[in-house]
């Protein structure tokens, strides 16, 4: 089986990417990271790719005189690079129909909260102000509906006294390292898929989103062996 092509959306600093990268170039995803694209000309991990090697290149929405425009070009972009998986990793940017609709089932987006709390923005301030026990991240598809498709991963970290923003996020953001590899892993693997509106992992369809504290010990394993 060829290596899987993988492209990756980001917008900011790009930690997401550089997980997505060391995993792809270590073996433990069976494939690589052939672009990142960017809709901020300036955004760091742009740099990132480039000092991997990587194509990078930037599709500014401000350079388009319409939404359905930047992403139509964004699409012809993303398909230039024939990719078997779209990993949207801090990509600030809610597509719309047509493009969920041409990547439906290949793309994949991690998001700091335990889905379905917290959709959109400012997870980590509203999980403090809600008095959460836990919080943390999720990988999911990626559907039309913002943050709300099916919810592969999981990974909870305790909301501490005392936390802020800043303290919470980062503890959320090493969750992130580890989940989101490992969901790309499976996608590569054809074990991980989006048929009608759910996921399935491994032929059998999940009726709630995996915990990464309580995977089998096979896939902890694995991920002791890319440590």
């Not at 990132?48 to 599709?59: D, N, Q, S």
């Not at 991690?110 to 990988?139: C, D, K, N, Q, Y």
């Not at 590569?188 to 009726?207: F, K, N, S, T």
Request: some cysteine; charged content about 25%.
């Amino acid at each position: 089986m060829s290596a899987c092509r993988i492209v990756v959306l980001v917008s900011g600093g790009g930690t997401n990417l550089q997980a997505l990268m060391d995993a792809a170039a270590g073996g433990f995803i069976p494939g690589r990271v052939v672009a990142v694209i960017s809709n901020v000309p300036g955004a760091y991990a742009l740099e990132r790719a480039r000092r991997a090697g990587i194509p990078a290149e930037v599709v500014d929405q401000r350079d388009f005189p319409s939404r359905a425009v930047f992403e139509a070009e964004l699409l012809r972009r993303v398909e230039a690079h024939h990719p078997d998986v779209v990993a949207l990793a801090g990509f600030m940017r809610i597509l719309g129909s047509a493009f969920v609709t041409a990547l439906r089932g290949r793309m994949l987006n991690i998001h700091p909260s335990l889905l379905p709390r917290f959709r959109g923005l400012h997870t980590h301030r509203r999980a403090i102000e809600a008095g959460a026990a836990e919080h943390g991240a999720s990988v999911h598809f990626v559907t039309e509906e913002l943050d709300g498709g099916p919810v592969i991963l999981q990974a909870a970290v305790p909301v501490l006294p005392g936390d802020d923003e800043r303290r919470l996020a980062a503890r959320v953001l090493d969750k992130e390292h580890i989940i989101y590899p490992l969901a790309v892993r499976w996608l590569c693997q054809g074990r991980l898929e989006m048929i009608e509106d759910g996921a399935w992992l491994d032929g059998a369809p999940l009726e709630r989103p995996l915990r990464l504290e309580r995977l089998p010990e096979a896939e902890w394993a694995a991920l002791a062996r890319r440590r």
